[in-house]
Structures are given as structure tokens and as C-alpha cells.
């Protein structure tokens, strides 16, 4: 069974970049046609869609975080990284890494989830 879970700091300064892991066990982030996803929930607002890594390493963004926003990954480590920069306190939000069996870029039912990790923006 896959398990997912975030890791990094909880607090991040206005314009600085926000970087978060997704560490990946139970399977491999470049087998089996899967799609690894960031998606993130700000306090009192509903979830939001941010980017996606697939299989073999292409990524897809949301449009409106585009331009902030960098997917990664390191096979080595079995891992995907968020980076999203020049963050404001609208940025403050639990973030979330999420694995789907379809490339969807968007949120799905039958995604698999990590627990969450908590990210205020503050300074």
C-alpha cells in the first residue's frame, strides 16, 4: 500500500520560495502510469489544485500559479518536491501530496493522500 508524507518548515517569510518533499513508500514514483500531485487548502477555503508530476517526469501547473510554481523529483530518493515562490501570506495553507491512477490536473475521489503538512506565511 502506497503511503505519502509531506516534510518541510512550517513557516515561511513574504517573498521567500516555499519548499516542500513528498516521500514516497509502498512505490515507485516512476512505475505504474501514476501521477503525483501537489494540492493545497487555505484556511477556510476549499481545495485547490496546484501541479502534477507524472511517471515518467513531465509536469503539468495550474494556470494561475504557473509562473510561481516548480515540480520536481529525485528517483534516487523516491521523491517530488514543491517549490513555489515569491510567496505572500495568501500562500499560507495545508499542502498536500496526492497520487492518481489518471492525469486529471485537477482533484480527484480516487487519489491517494498524504496527511497533510501545515504552512504559514508570515514574517
Known amino acids: 500500500q502506497v503511503q505519502l508524507q509531506e516534510s518541510g518548515p512550517g513557516l515561511v517569510k513574504p517573498s521567500q520560495t516555499l519548499s516542500l518533499t513528498c516521500t514516497v513508500s509502498?512505490?515507485?514514483?516512476?512505475?505504474?502510469?501514476?501521477?503525483w500531485n501537489w494540492i493545497r487548502q487555505p484556511p477556510g477555503k476549499g481545495l485547490e489544485w496546484m501541479g502534477v508530476?507524472?511517471?515518467?517526469?513531465?509536469?503539468y501547473y495550474s494556470p494561475s500559479l504557473k509562473s510561481r510554481t516548480s515540480i520536481s523529483r529525485d528517483t534516487s530518493r523516491n521523491h517530488f518536491t514543491l517549490q513555489l515562490s515569491s510567496v505572500t501570506p495568501e500562500d499560507s495553507a495545508v499542502y498536500y501530496c496526492?497520487?492518481?491512477?489518471?492525469?486529471?490536473?485537477?482533484?480527484?475521489?480516487?487519489?491517494?493522500w498524504g496527511q497533510g503538512t501545515q504552512v504559514a506565511v508570515a514574517s
Open positions: 496526492a497520487r492518481g491512477p489518471v492525469l486529471r490536473l485537477g482533484i480527484s475521489e480516487d487519489y491517494d
Open positions: 508530476i507524472t511517471y515518467s517526469g513531465s509536469t
Open positions: 509502498g512505490g515507485s514514483i516512476t512505475t505504474g502510469d501514476y501521477y
